[in-house]
């Protein structure tokens, strides 16, 4: 139940998370969920800071030209700021554990904080799938505060910014037309409900047959245009099924695998004969699968 965290520089919350790994792999559950939930609040502690700091920085580039407008000058300043505040933080995820010490709400809330922060993972959909059917509330699943006021201040600054992009673009002394709604209110209202069809994913990803067909492609490592016909098929089940962006990455039966190189997420599916249709953490040796890059 964990995505990579991938932040901005090193501090003390990633040798928290390195810990963590560890006792992930050793299978030192207990001192998994600790060393995650401490590498969390140091990270939103070093994330405080770096945001502190972005106080006292300007990015000089916002200025260049003769800029004699004061308002255009104050709004530069904010947005340099903000810009530099808003990318302090990248991504936020949780491990599983919580579930092996017997810790079950804890896990599913780490579920809903996950989804809120990375709803393009598979793999987060599927843990949530699982602990619906293990424990049968849905209220369970709901966001920590903490999470939830960091999401939205990541989404209304996001949504601030990107309006300045589009609207506030200072080019030969002018700025752009103003339209009708220049002078609306931004909508700030960040939805944290999670209104995914888990019913859609309820079923198997691949039939026997498919798997069948896709193995035999990853074997002899051609495609007929059966076979990549199939390819696009799945591909688009993933993410009509996931709600998610989604492209074919590879299908192989490996005897060396390496991990996945996508920009976000990885899916690992199974196409052996006896594991059709599961989810892999990571590719396995003398294991046929096919891999989606996902989010």
Same mark, same amino acid.
């Given at each position: ?42 990270? %939103? ?6 945001? #502190? ?9 916002? %200025?260049? &030209? ?24 990248? +991504?936020?995820?949780?491990?599983? &554990? ?21 709803? &393009?993972?598979?793999?987060?959909? #599927? ?22 006021? %960091?999401? +939205? ?15 506030? +673009? ?38 026997? &047959? ?9 074997? %002899? ?15 688009? #089940?993933?993410?009509? #099924? ?54």
């Amino acid at each position: 139940m964990f995505s990579q965290l991938q932040f901005y520089s090193c501090s003390s919350f990633q040798a928290s998370y390195m810990r963590a790994v560890k006792a992930y792999n050793d299978g030192d559950w207990q001192l998994c969920v600790n060393e995650f939930e401490t590498s969390l609040k140091q990270f %939103f502690e070093e994330e405080q800071k770096c945001r #502190r700091v972005c106080e006292d920085k300007l990015n000089w580039e916002t %200025f260049e &030209g003769a800029n004699p407008e004061i308002t255009i000058i104050i709004t530069s300043v904010f947005l340099s700021v903000l810009r530099c505040k808003h990318d302090c933080a990248k +991504k936020l995820s949780r491990v599983n &554990g919580h579930d092996v010490v017997n810790r079950g709400r804890d896990a599913c809330q780490a579920v809903a904080n996950s989804i809120l922060l990375n709803p &393009g993972n598979p793999i987060m959909r #599927r843990n949530r799938l699982f602990y619906s059917k293990t424990y049968e509330k849905d209220d369970l699943f709901k966001p920590s505060e903490e999470i939830i006021e %960091f999401h +939205k201040r990541y989404a209304i600054e996001r949504l601030f910014l990107t309006f300045a992009d589009e609207r506030f +673009k200072f080019e030969d002394s002018e700025l752009p037309a103003e339209r009708v709604d220049d002078r609306l209110p931004l909508d700030i209202i960040v939805p944290i409900n999670d209104d995914f069809d888990y019913s859609a994913i309820d079923s198997e990803l691949l039939s026997e &047959g498919e798997c069948s067909t896709l193995a035999v492609a990853a074997i %002899f490592e051609r495609k007929t245009a059966q076979q990549k016909q199939l390819l696009v098929e799945v591909t688009e #089940r993933v993410a009509t #099924r996931y709600r998610t962006r989604t492209t074919f990455h590879s299908l192989s039966c490996s005897l060396d695998p390496t991990a996945p190189q996508c920009p976000r997420h990885s899916l690992i599916v199974s196409i052996d004969r006896n594991s059709c249709g599961a989810f892999l953490t990571d590719p396995q040796p003398n294991t046929c699968s096919v891999i989606f890059c996902t989010g």
